[in-house]
């Protein structure tokens, strides 16, 4: 081989090995990662808010209306005529009359999780599913606790100049919730269970509307037979 041809191979061989370098460098910019899909951490737990015709409420001071997610920490406040109801995944709801000011926080952990909330003024209905740990704290109220074993309902009223209220139905007599479908239990002593036969009372809900009422008709629409 002569010193022309060893030139030309050389410069040939340099070519090459300068372009392969070049395809690197620009591929290791474009994804430093070396092609790793970025990791992602476990989705936050978010509520979702319902108002009362779509009517716009405080959620940490900023105006919001239904479909906002409600974070966990949360302070919300509702106008005079303006009920709402936060929903929080399977963990349960929560009911708010006009006129409250309340924080929630909660958290899901396996099957179950926590939720409470610190009620300053106005009415709340707390609901919650197996498994969840829920409770309503206020001034003058204790004991407004729902058992994980059960779920349950608590419903709490805190008016100015009123005794605080417990279990006697009077949130729901407020107007809490964005309506009043789930959000009216009856009073009782303790955190009332949750729905027809411990199903819930969304699955309760459920089957009522899907039997266009029937059930509710024979109890309701025809009273003990009389001789006419």
């Known amino acids: 081989m002569n010193f022309r041809n060893q030139k030309i191979l050389t410069a040939a061989a340099l070519f090459v090995i300068f372009a392969v370098s070049q395809v690197y ?8 990662n ?3 899909a970025p990791a992602t951490g476990p ?17 940490n001071g900023v105006s919001s209306v239904s479909g906002a997610t409600i974070p966990s920490g949360a302070t919300i406040e509702t106008p005079a005529g303006v009920g709402a109801t936060i929903n929080i995944g399977a ?3 929560i009911c708010i ?29 707390l609901t919650t599913n197996k498994n969840v740990q829920g409770a309503i704290t206020a001034p003058q109220v204790s004991g407004a606790q729902i058992s ?8 709490v009223c805190l008016q100015p100049g009123e005794a605080a209220k417990v279990n006697q139905a009077a949130a729901a007599a407020a ?18 269970p949750r ?28 009273p003990s037979p009389t001789t006419p």
């Open 43 to 59: 989705q936050q737990l978010m509520g979702i808010l319902t108002t009362r015709d779509n009517q716009p409420i405080l959620v």
């Open 195 to 222: 729905g027809l036969f411990g199903l819930g009372r969304t699955a309760t809900v459920a089957i009522f509307a899907g039997t266009g009422g029937v059930v509710a008709c024979i109890v309701f629409c025809n």
């Open 91 to 93: 963990l349960g709801s």
């Open 175 to 192: 107007g809490a919730g964005a309506s009043g479908l789930g959000c009216n239990p009856p009073a009782g002593a303790a955190a009332i």
């Open 25 to 32: 460098i620009g591929i290791s910019f474009a994804n430093p």
């Open 148 to 155: 994980p074993s059960t779920g349950g309902t608590i419903d």
């Open 97 to 125: 009359a006009p006129n409250t000011r309340l924080t929630i926080q909660f958290s899901q952990s396996g099957n179950g999780g926590t939720i409470n909330t610190n009620l300053t003024q106005g009415c709340v209905i």
């Open 34 to 36: 070396g092609g790793a």
